[in-house]
């Protein structure tokens, strides 16, 4: 036997997908467990606006992504060091700069449909 950091995908336990674990446990979701799935998803989204919810449309989704990633970006000095490096610019202006993106990340909204 080999040890387990040389072990190949290979050597693996043949297992039906989805039936059991390995400590022969049931895997599959039951109704109860996807409600309660589904039910903390819901609390997770009324509480935090990044997280969408059952309306949000492509573009709102794509902002919010955007705008986390700035947020990621502008907080982590060694990112804004790397970006200013690579842009040839100095910090404060990357900084300036992702600010200004954060307002229209991906241009102007799509125009609704009236119903």
């Known amino acids: ?9 290979r050597d693996a336990p043949r297992v039906a997908a989805g039936a059991h674990s390995k400590h022969g446990r049931n ?14 998803l819901e609390h997770l989204q009324s509480r935090y606006v990044g997280t969408g919810h059952a309306d949000t449309n492509r573009f709102e989704w794509a902002v919010n992504i955007h705008r986390d990633s700035y947020a990621s970006y502008y907080g982590h000095h060694t990112m804004l060091q790397y970006f200013a490096i690579a842009e040839n610019e100095s910090i404060g202006r990357v900084k300036y700069n992702m600010m200004q993106k954060m307002l229209l990340p991906c241009g102007l909204p799509p125009e609704r449909e009236e119903e």
């Open 27 to 40: 895997t599959m979701a039951t109704a109860a467990d996807r409600f309660n799935i589904n039910s903390q």
């Open 1 to 9: 036997r080999r040890p387990r950091s040389v072990r190949r995908a």
